[in-house]
C-alpha cells in the first residue's frame, strides 16, 4: 500500500480575505438563497465531480451571523490577502525545508455543493519540496503547502435545500500535503501528529474539535488512489488507512472472480418491473405499489453471489452500488443477494429473474423513487459502478464514518475545476519576507520535548504524550504555578481524558489548579483526583462542591489510623500466622474504605506500621 496525507490547519488570524474574525457562533442573522451551476475551468471542461454535484438540483441557504460581511456573501471583491496568514503558511514552508514559490497567484477551485457562496474556493499555492523527518529515522516527503479558505458550516438538509452557515466560510486554512510516502496505518497518524504539533507551535492556529482535519490517500497494488475526507478524530487516521487497504484487498477479490465468469452488466436504463410488485405492503418498494414512482431493475450477469460481504470482512460491492443511489438522492437499493427480505418475497425475486432472463449466478439491483427522472438517472450511476467493478476500484472520495469506516462522496476532482481568481493580485514573496520569518522561527517540536523532559525531568514518552497531544501550554501554565510535573503530566495525559472521553469536558485552568492544590495539600489524595473529575464533568459547580459530593473531604490522617486497626483487629489471626505477609490480604480492604481520601503510599505505611504492632492501636506498642 501507499499513503499519503493532507492535513489541513485553520488559523487564528481573522478571514483569509475580508477582516471579520476567524471564530464560530451561534447567533443566527437574516439568511438568503442560491443556486450554483457547475462552469468549465481554464481548460474549459467542467470538471466531473462538480457536473453530478449540479445534477441533484438543490437549494443552498445561508444563515449570517454578527460578524459576517458582504465578502462572505459574495457581494464584494475579496480584500488583500491577510498577512498575518500568509506570514504563517511561509514559516511552515520554512520548517519543512520547502521552497516558497517567488509569486503567490490565488487560484479558483469551483466547488458547486454549496459550502461557498460564489461556487468556488479560493486558494494558493506558497510552496513545494520539502520533507518531515519521523522519529523512526524516516523522512516524509512534503509535496505542496497551499494557503485556501476553509468552507461553510453546514447545518443540515431537508426537502432539497441544504442551509449552511456563514462563520466559517473564509477562515484560513492552512494545506500541507505529504507525498506518497507512508507505508503504514500507524505511521500516517505519526506524521498527522508531526504536522499538527508544527503547526501548533506557530501560536497562530485555532484549537478545538474541527479545527484541523486530514484528507488521506490511499492506493493499494492494482487499486486506485481513494481520498478520505475530512477525518478528524487523528486516534482514527491509522484505522481508516487500514480499513480502506482492506476494502481494496475485498474488491480486487471480487473483480477476479467477475472476470473468471465474464460477468458483465446489462442495460443501464435498466427494466421497469413495478407490475411485479402491486402487491407488497411492507419495505422500502412498497410506496410503488400505490403508485409513488416506478420500481427499476438493472441485470447484472455474473455477479450473483458476489455482492454480499465476504467471509470475516464487512466489506461488500452491494453496499459500493448502494452509495451510488444515496449519492443521486435515493435513500438506497435493493440487490438480489439479500434477498428474500424487506417485503420482497421468493415469488417476487423468481419474477424479476424471469424478466431479466437471469441464470443462477446472475444478479440484479432494484431501485425506486417518487421521481421517475432522478429514479433513472441513479440506475444509471449504479450500473457505471457496477461495471467499474470489472476493472477493480475506481477512483473516488469518500467520507469517513464514525466506525472508522467510509462512504463513498463523489468521482476524484481534477484539473478542470480550476481557474485564476481575477480579483487579488499576485503576491511577491521577497527574499528580505523569508530572512524575517527566518530570525523568528518558533521553537520546533522535537526540541520542545527535550526542553520538558530536562527541564521537569520527566520521561520522553510522557513529555512526548504532553507535546504531540497539543497539551503542553496548559502543562506549562499549571507548572509554572508551582505543581508537581509528574502529577500535572497525568492529570492531563490520563486523569482528565478518561473523566471524558468524548472531549467534552474542558475544566478551567482555575479549575484544575484548585483541583491540583487540594491534592497537594492532602485535601484529598492523588488518587482521588479522578473522582473529583467525574463530578465535575457531572456538573458540579466546584472542586470543593465535587469533592464534598464523593465524601473525600474531612478524612484525617487519625482517621486512617482508626480504619487501618479496625481491619488489623479484624483480622488478627491472620496477622498473628503470616505477620508482614498479610500486608497484601488486607491493603484492598483498607482500600475499599479510603480510597481517593488519602494518598496511597501513606496508607501502605499506616497498614503496615499497625501490623507490626498487631493493630491493637497506636499506644500497643508503647504498652508492651
Same mark, same amino acid.
Given at each position: ?10 488559523? &487564528? ?18 439568511? $438568503? ?36 460581511? !458582504? ?11 491577510? /498577512? &498575518? ?34 461556487? %468556488?474556493?479560493?486558494?494558493? #499555492? ?15 516527503? *512534503? ?65 478545538? *474539535? ?10 493499494? +497494488? ?33 473483480? /477476479? ?40 431493475? !438493472?441485470?447484472?450477469?455474473? $455477479? ?9 470482512? +464487512? ?21 438480489? +443477494? ?17 424478466? #431479466? ?117 496548559? %502543562? ?28 467534552? $469536558? ?22 482521588? *483526583? ?5 463530578? #465535575? ?45 498479610? $500486608?497484601?490480604? #488486607? ?23 499497625? *501490623? ?13
Amino acid at each position: 500500500m501507499k499513503a499519503g496525507l493532507e492535513v489541513h490547519q485553520q488559523l &487564528a488570524t481573522g478571514k483569509l480575505f475580508c477582516a471579520c474574525p476567524s471564530e464560530l457562533t451561534e447567533e443566527v442573522g437574516p439568511t $438568503f438563497v442560491r443556486r450554483l451551476r457547475a462552469t468549465s475551468g481554464e481548460n474549459l471542461r467542467v470538471d466531473r465531480a462538480a457536473s453530478l454535484q449540479a445534477e441533484r438540483g438543490l437549494r443552498y441557504r445561508y444563515e449570517t451571523g454578527p460578524a459576517n460581511c !458582504l465578502v462572505d456573501m459574495d457581494e464584494e471583491p475579496p480584500h488583500p490577502m491577510n /498577512e &498575518a496568514a500568509l506570514d504563517t503558511a511561509l514559516t511552515l514552508a520554512v520548517l519543512l525545508d520547502a521552497r516558497p514559490v517567488d509569486e503567490i497567484a490565488v487560484m479558483r477551485k469551483i466547488v458547486i455543493d454549496g459550502s461557498n457562496t460564489s461556487g %468556488f474556493q479560493r486558494t494558493a #499555492l506558497i510552496a513545494m519540496g520539502g520533507h518531515l523527518d519521523l522519529a523512526s529515522g524516516r523522512s516524509v516527503s *512534503i509535496q505542496s503547502i497551499c494557503l485556501e479558505e476553509d468552507a461553510a458550516r453546514r447545518m443540515g438538509e431537508e426537502s432539497g435545500e441544504v442551509t449552511y452557515r456563514l462563520d466559517r466560510l473564509g477562515i484560513p486554512l492552512i494545506e500541507i500535503a505529504t507525498g506518497p510516502d507512508v507505508r503504514s496505518g500507524p505511521e500516517a497518524r505519526e506524521v498527522a501528529e508531526e504536522i499538527g504539533a508544527l503547526l501548533r507551535a506557530t501560536r497562530r492556529v485555532r484549537r478545538g *474539535i474541527g479545527t484541523i482535519r486530514e484528507d488521506l490517500n490511499v492506493s493499494t +497494488d492494482g487499486g486506485q488512489r481513494i481520498e478520505i475526507k475530512g477525518v478528524q478524530e487523528l486516534r482514527l487516521v491509522h484505522e481508516y488507512v487500514e480499513g480502506e487497504v482492506r476494502r481494496q484487498e475485498v474488491l480486487l477479490a471480487v473483480r /477476479e472472480a467477475l472476470r473468471a465468469r465474464q460477468a458483465h452488466v446489462g442495460d443501464p436504463g435498466g427494466v421497469d418491473v413495478t407490475a411485479r410488485f402491486s402487491d407488497i405492503v411492507q419495505g422500502p418498494l412498497s410506496a410503488a405499489s400505490r403508485h409513488e414512482g416506478p420500481i427499476l431493475a !438493472l441485470a447484472l450477469p455474473g $455477479f450473483g453471489g458476489l455482492l454480499r460481504s465476504a467471509p470475516g470482512s +464487512d466489506e461488500r460491492l452491494g453496499r459500493e452500488l448502494a452509495d451510488q443511489a444515496r449519492a443521486a438522492g435515493l435513500r438506497g437499493l435493493l440487490h438480489s +443477494d439479500e434477498l428474500p427480505n424487506y417485503g420482497v418475497t421468493a415469488d417476487h425475486v423468481a419474477a424479476v429473474r424471469a424478466d #431479466l432472463g437471469s441464470g443462477p449466478d446472475d444478479a440484479f439491483a432494484l431501485l425506486t423513487d417518487r421521481s421517475p427522472e432522478r429514479a433513472r438517472g441513479a440506475l444509471r450511476r449504479v450500473a457505471e459502478r457496477a461495471a467499474a467493478a470489472l476493472d477493480g476500484i475506481p477512483g473516488e472520495t469518500r467520507d469517513p464514518l464514525p466506525d472508522g469506516r467510509t462512504r463513498y462522496s463523489r468521482p476524484l476532482p481534477g484539473g478542470d475545476r480550476m481557474y485564476p481568481e481575477t480579483d487579488v493580485p499576485p503576491i511577491p514573496v521577497t527574499p528580505e519576507r523569508i530572512a524575517r520569518i527566518r530570525a523568528r522561527l518558533p521553537e520546533r517540536p522535537s526540541a520542545r520535548l527535550a526542553r520538558l523532559a530536562h527541564d521537569h525531568g520527566l520521561g520522553t514518552e510522557v513529555v512526548r504524550q504532553v507535546v504531540y497531544g497539543d497539551l503542553e501550554d496548559r %502543562f506549562e501554565e499549571l507548572t509554572g504555578r508551582g505543581h508537581s510535573p509528574v502529577l500535572v503530566a497525568r492529570l492531563l495525559t490520563q486523569e482528565l481524558p478518561a473523566a471524558a472521553p468524548d472531549g467534552g $469536558f474542558e475544566p478551567s485552568p482555575a479549575t484544575l489548579d484548585a483541583l491540583l492544590g487540594a491534592a497537594e495539600s492532602g485535601r484529598i489524595a492523588k488518587e482521588g *483526583i479522578p473522582t473529583v473529575l467525574r463530578g #465535575l464533568a457531572n456538573g458540579a459547580p466546584s472542586v470543593e462542591a465535587a469533592i464534598g459530593a464523593a465524601g473525600l473531604g474531612g478524612f484525617t490522617a487519625q482517621d486512617l489510623d482508626a480504619v487501618v486497626a479496625r481491619v488489623v483487629d479484624a483480622n488478627a489471626e491472620l496477622v498473628r500466622r503470616r505477620g508482614p505477609e498479610s $500486608f497484601s490480604a #488486607l491493603m484492598g480492604d483498607v482500600m475499599k474504605e479510603v480510597r481517593g481520601r488519602r494518598d496511597g503510599r501513606e496508607v501502605a505505611e499506616a497498614l503496615r506500621r499497625a *501490623i507490626a504492632r498487631g493493630g491493637r492501636g497506636p499506644d500497643a506498642v508503647g504498652a508492651a
